[in-house]
């Protein structure tokens, strides 16, 4: 796979990367401007500083560069380097002996709310599918997506659009030759619904059409004053075809060009910037692309914030996006128990908790997001409630990530025994290699073991995966750097970003708990042996720097990579945690009886010493 | 000393309060600079576009799209009523004619021959803003709106449901940590700002709902009867928009938890001013993200109310030895204390985790040790 296609489409300053030594790069989160400094040491790049400051697009300062530029000094006085001049502004290295500044600065934003758009097509699982792929792949989250069959009238459909304050919109709709109408009915609802660009006064709003080319002239005289029309390449030219790269370019620019343009000190922060600022999701999404397309993995990664969760998927190649908007550890917090329910959290504590009071914490966290959990007691209904929100917002990114819709598949005489509908899930726990986790409750647990053990119990992965955490949320800065300097990104990422937990071995499969799931054997910088049964769970303490190799025998249920009962060998380098054997099956079963069900998740975590 | 830096909510019995009062469009502004305004009143009033009906014509005529533009008997920017006929068919050899009617008044927006579809828009709906709270006009924003200033007592809540309402402070506890329950509730209190101590239950609200109270200020709610009042079960504190009939801001947090004894007397006391109790203004909005926005109750002063006390007041925000504070997670949720030491090093927590801590001395003589972050300012 190449690299993100966006990518080319920006203009990129020629940079000679021999003469590269220092590079900035912060992420201008909605509270926090995250900074790093990546270094040449030796012959390679390594993340050395990090350093924070508020955001400061709000009032009273409203100038986002403030923040940028605090963080930046604090980088200075840990590097011991100033970066940052007495005018607030970034100092460049005059030359190789030059005592201060950076030879490259670039950044990443997700402040004011990130990017925000409606999206609108023809058919909801097929047209605006694609949209919303085209603009959550952008890094954009998707307020509302309209289609001709989502189940509202029209003027509902219009109503809701004018109560919406999108930055913009994306329209797509018909295949290129195709019906007109149809595209044309859904532009003739979006623009006497006017929608109101959040930033009002005499900003245009931005429409992006990708539909039906043929429509492009009829949607032209549809959107006259008071839009920001672009047409662009259909996402969609045949039902067989995705082409979301030219309408994810053009969601990038006018998102430079308009709504980062309007945000306060953004015209300043560009004017810094060697490389386009991309929105935070999108800048993950890219360098988890890269990483998949280099190494030939399939690949998944999460962020689990306090408002949102991302997921971001890549197989065969695939890249897939999709925020949860509403479950979150803080300020979503009761959504994630409202959704899930209180008795899906409850099932992962292994302690007596009263329902009432534990409603009523929740509520607490929610209104007080900044507090954290004191007690042990407290962690472990959080880490609970974590589990759940990741496993729903995996469920929604697999309900998402699908094969094209609408498509008519050729099928050979072999097909028959293994028939896949249009529209099915592409994302394979089975092929999943990597699975990588970062947000405050995966990354700042007190124990790397409960953030793998949390990976296992939501993700529910099958087979051989490879787990690890973004050490402290550097992907976003490392996306945008692999858009001048790929090398350098690569390397950052392989030896600072990611810290690799370990490995989880699951069997795929369901059986009586008690009955034999599979042997395993680990040979090589550590030996060990043992036989689980289902219900089971086992540790192999395997180092960072220790090489295994692994062999695992099933029983005739189950499957761990090579078909039911069929062993597997793999050589494995192992990480902080070790390797997880998991022999409680999948889909994952949990003892219905309460006071089994607490026993056994008691002694899940005294074998994966979670506890 | 070291010092540590802590939001708190605000509850002020003196603070100049001021609200944008804006139209979400532009409009015209009722008032000058200036100008004296009571909470009712209208500062600005507008009209914005009416509702869009689209009418698929060609479909209910049966005939193509290209065709309409011929088959219209309306025209772009016509006015029409409800049931007017739009368009009409030619039938065949002048038999079998078929028309459109118009399923609503208003105007002829576009009439599409791509999609055969007519766009109607509805009458203008009128948006007004009112001042909110009494006071004076400080600045007006042309076309947009006004600046309403006053001086006032101010209360901010952690919590709250519904929108904005005003109306006279009445009490139905008479201590700050008692609960409101139903029996508390009287048919006199119609139309008041009806002030709680301690939990107020389900029972309450649906009584107060019976009453027509306006809204109800109390320290805690029980989530299970939020659940219950709702009708749902509240996922995200973005609040402000419920129907409910009526506007409840909660002080402390959920569970059983008093009001602040200060929140409570400061209520009390504007509550006994006068006959009927002084009007207060409340809003339930609440949205805690980036930007947030807590429920307020806001008390316009008037010269004749007495000077609030002059206390010795920590630098506002500040943390350190003395400070009084309310400790805002569990185990120990709501409790109130003095800070007694402010260690610089981070601490290791029962949960495993590295945090900043203070030593609390609660108000029951325990010395307690929690995170910063779990702890909540009271101002003196």
Known sequence: MSAPSHLSAHSVPAIDPSKLRYILATDCGSTTTKAILVERVGNGWRQTQRAEAPTTVEEPFADVTIGVSNSLTEIGELAGRRFIADDGTIIRR?????????????????????????????????????????????????????????????????????????????????TDGGNVQQVVQIAEQIAPAKPRPRFGGEYELPVIYAGNKDAAPQVRGIFGKGFDLAVVENLRPTLEQENLGPARDKIHDVFLEHVMAHAPGYDKLISWSDAPIMPTPGAVGDILQRIAARDRLNAVCVDIGGATTDVFSVFDGTFNRTVSANLGMSYS????????????????????????????????????????????????F?????????????????EFATTLKGVQQQRTVGDLFSQQASGQTIVDD?????????????????????????????FEPQGFTQLAKDSIFMMPHLGVLASVQPEA????????????????????????????????????????????????????????EQEVEVTVEPAKEFDLGAGPGKPVTRRVKGGTVGILFDARGRPLMLPENPADRRAAVARWANLWETR | MAKAYTPGLKVSARAAYRARRLLPVHGEVLVKVGDAVRARDVVARTYIEGDVTPVAVSSQLGVPAGDLASLMLVKQGDAVVAGQPLARSKGIFGLGKKECASPAAGTIESISTTTGQVILRGAPLPVEVKAYVDGRVAEVFPNEGALIETEAAFVQGIFGVGGETVGPISMAC??????????????????????????????????????GVAAIVSGGIDDSDLKEILGYDLGVAI???????????????????????????????????????????????????????RPEIVIARRPSDAEPAQGARPEEGALEIGTQVRLIRDPYFGLLGSVSALPSEPAVLGSGSKARVLEVKLGDGRSVTVPRANIELIET
């Open chain 1, 382 to 398: 959080e880490q609970a409630v974590a589990r759940e929100a990741l496993r729903l917002a995996y469920a929604q990114h697999k």
């Open chain 2, 239 to 293: 609040t402000g928009t419920e129907k409910i009939g009526i506007t409840i801001v909660i002080t402390e947090g959920f569970g059983d938890i008093a009001m602040a004894e200060r929140t409570f007397a400061l209520l009390e006391g504007f509550a006994r001013d006068g006959a009927g109790g002084r009007e207060a203004s409340v809003n339930g909005a609440t949205q805690i993200r980036a930007g947030v926005m």
């Open chain 1, 94 to 174: 005059k030359g190789a002996d030059d005592p201060d500044g950076c030879d490259l600065y670039i950044s990443t934003s997700s402040a004011g709310g990130g990017l925000q758009m409606v999206v609108a097509g023809v058919v909801a699982q097929m047209t605006a599918a694609s949209a919303k792929r085209a603009a959550l792949g952008a890094g954009a989250i998707v307020m509302d997506t309209i289609a001709s069959n989502d189940k509202r009238k029209p003027h509902e459909r219009i109503q809701r659009i004018r109560e919406l304050r999108p930055d913009m919109v994306l329209i797509s709709g018909g």
């Open chain 1, 489 to 544: 990104a690569m390397e950052v990422f392989e030896r600072d970003c990611l810290v690799r937990l370990g490995w989880s071995v699951a069997a795929k499969g369901e059986g009586k708990w008690g009955k034999k799931c599979f042997s395993y054997r680990v040979s090589g910088a550590v030996s060990a042996t043992g036989e689980l049964a289902c219900g089971d769970v086992a540790l192999v303490r395997v180092g960072p």
């Open chain 1, 430 to 458: 089975m092929r999943l290699d990597l699975l990588v986790a970062s947000g405050g409750v995966l990354s700042h647990a007190p124990k790397m073991e409960q953030t793998a053990a949390m990976l296992v119990d939501s």
């Open chain 2, 174 to 211: 008479t201590r700050h940590d008692q609960p409101l329950d139903a029996a508390l509730i009287k048919p006199d209190m119609k139309g008041a700002i009806v002030v709680g101590g301690a939990r107020v239950t389900a029972a309450a609200v649906k009584a107060a709902q019976a009453a």
């Open chain 1, 333 to 380: 917090i009761s959504n994630v128990c409202a959704e899930a329910g209180l008795d899906k959290v409850l099932r992962w504590v292994h302690i007596d908790m009263d329902e009432r009071e534990l409603r009523n914490r929740v509520k607490n966290k929610m209104i007080r997001p900044t507090t954290i959990p004191q007690s042990a007691e407290a962690l472990v």
